[in-house]
């Protein structure tokens, strides 16, 4: 009965720009990826976190997580990465033992969420269901377009989903361990794949659910986004 974490980190991040691999960047002078994993580790309930490391970056990212120990009742593996965010995940679930029966999947991208939504994820998988995901109302209202080719000219509007039904979901998503590995193995996705494990779970026919989010476990994509990292933390140290 044991929960494991899988942290997908073998990302570029492109859309961050030039610069080393997104979870070895910087933040408040530690690693992204160091702050993810300690948020997982943060947990009680978690005595396994597994991360998923850039394909070239996995001796680097042992070395890492030497200099900045967890605590004791959390154990740590380091497994290579893939092409993408799907294939990541897929390989951090092989490398899990048997005894693992809920599995949180947490983007490193996403360093600074607190352990109250943690927790609250896998108490939902605990209480019976198979996928849990912490997601939040929107501020934005969101439209869907046919969208344009590279040259960015107008997008034709197709309609404009009712916000108050929308959610924007985060990680760590929580989930029953055979759902989850049976979503991988079967479950097929088209073009870059898979951006949302919950999501293939779905496909599954499984049912999925959402619990209540966290502002501070946004995602770490754009320049400005570490702007806002480096103040969220700025201001939990203060
Ligand atoms: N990820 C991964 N393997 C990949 C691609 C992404 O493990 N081949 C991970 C990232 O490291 C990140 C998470 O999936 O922790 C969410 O992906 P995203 O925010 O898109 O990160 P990147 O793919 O690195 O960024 P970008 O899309 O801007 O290149
Ligand atoms: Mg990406």
């Known amino acids: 009965a044991r929960t494991a974490a899988v942290i997908p980190a073998a990302g570029r991040g492109v859309r961050l720009g030039p610069g080393a691999p997104k979870a070895l960047r910087m933040l408040g002078g530690t690693p992204m990826l160091i702050h993810a994993v300690r948020a997982m580790a943060a947990s009680r309930a978690v005595s396994l976190v597994v991360v998923v490391a850039p394909p070239d970056g996995v001796a680097e990212v042992k ?76 501020a934005d209202t969101v439209k869907e377009v046919e969208p344009a080719d590279a040259d ?50 779905e496909k599954l026919g499984a049912p999925v659910v959402v619990v209540p989010g966290h502002e501070e476990a946004f995602k770490v994509t754009r320049p400005l986004d570490l702007l806002l990292a480096e103040a969220v933390l700025a201001r939990r140290r203060a």
């Open 63 to 138: 070395g890492l997580l030497g200099e900045y120990p967890l605590p004791e009742r959390a154990e740590v593996l380091v497994v290579a990465g893939g092409a993408t965010r799907q294939e990541s995940v897929r390989l951090g679930l092989e490398a899990l033992p048997e005894t693992v029966s809920t599995v949180l999947v947490h983007d490193a991208a996403r360093p600074l969420v607190p352990v109250d939504t943690v927790d609250a994820v896998i108490e939902a998988v605990r209480d019976g269901a198979p996928a849990v995901v912490p997601a939040l109302p929107l």
């Open 152 to 201: 960015g000219g107008p997008e034709p509007v197709l309609g404009t989903p009712e916000r108050a039904r929308l959610r924007a979901v985060q990680t760590p998503q929580g989930f029953d361990r055979d759902t989850l590995m049976r979503a991988h193995e079967t479950v097929a996705v088209d073009g870059e794949g898979a951006t949302d494990d919950a999501g293939m779970v």
